[in-house]
């Protein structure tokens, strides 16, 4: 079947501008993890969704940076005002139940490029 | 101090080589521990979970120590196509759904 979906794959935004970024995780997967991941370093976490309830956005770095599942299935990050520090690749990954420890499955991820 | 850490390399080994890799992590309460690949522009995938008690898959070897709080992946006749980034990852501890990816260690098998 098909695997973890990201669009766009590239995102070039104008510093203060406002980008959305969409994930759509494997067909019944529960769990939605968001990373985000500068060049030369790992992913660091972001946010974690157990269907459509927000269970964990400790990681998110600023109130600029919001996410939701509203139905449970497609995730959307939001990222408003972008500053330059934004720019990193932001992948997303899906894991099939709520207990956590399952593979996790990532998405190509969408590189952003605040100028 | 990083919360886990590792040698970024990178690591050049010609084919057949043995290579290992070590992560260090600062959670003792730190419950799940993996070893995730990642290629060059490429998402991270699950190359190994790390049990207690080690745990072997083909080529590649992992073994945790929980006193001294690291990890070690060993890879026994390396592959030019096991050239890649190795990150090593820790869940921090019980009913959080936190993963914390370390920085990667860089491999480069050579022919």
């Known amino acids: 079947g098909a695997g973890v979906s990201q669009s766009p794959r590239y995102k070039v935004a104008k510093r203060g501008q406002d980008v959305a970024l969409r994930c759509d995780p494997i067909?019944?997967?529960?769990?939605l993890f968001w990373y985000q991941q500068a060049l030369g370093q790992g992913p660091e976490f972001l946010t974690y969704?157990?269907?459509?309830?927000?269970?964990?956005k400790s990681g998110l770095p600023s109130d600029r940076f919001f996410a939701e599942r509203p139905e449970g299935s497609v995730s959307t990050l939001k990222i408003q005002r972008t500053q330059q520090e934004d720019s990193a690749v932001y992948l997303c990954?899906?894991?099939?139940?709520?207990?956590?420890?399952?593979?996790?499955?990532f998405g190509p991820g969408t590189r952003l490029t605040v100028l | 101090r990083k919360e886990v850490e590792q040698d970024p390399g990178p690591f050049n080994v010609p084919e057949g080589a043995t290579v290992a890799f070590n992560c260090t992590y600062s959670?003792?309460?730190?419950?799940?521990f993996f070893w995730y690949r990642q290629d060059c522009r490429k998402e991270p995938k699950l190359l190994m979970s790390?049990?207690?008690s080690g745990n072997e898959d083909g080529r590649f070897t992992a073994q945790l120590n929980r006193a001294s709080q690291y990890i070690s992946l060993l890879i026994r006749d390396s592959k030019l196509s096991d050239s890649a980034t190795y990150l090593c990852?820790?869940?921090?501890?019980?009913?959080?759904?936190?993963?914390?990816f370390g920085t990667g260690t860089r491999l480069k098998v050579l022919a």
């Open positions: 790390v049990y207690s």
């Open positions: 067909s019944g997967h529960v769990s």
């Open positions: 990852v820790v869940r921090e501890q019980s009913g959080t759904y936190k993963y914390i």
């Open positions: 990954a899906s894991s099939f139940r709520g207990r956590t420890d399952n593979e996790q499955f």
């Open positions: 959670n003792s309460a730190s419950q799940s």
């Open positions: 969704f157990q269907n459509e309830a927000q269970l964990d």
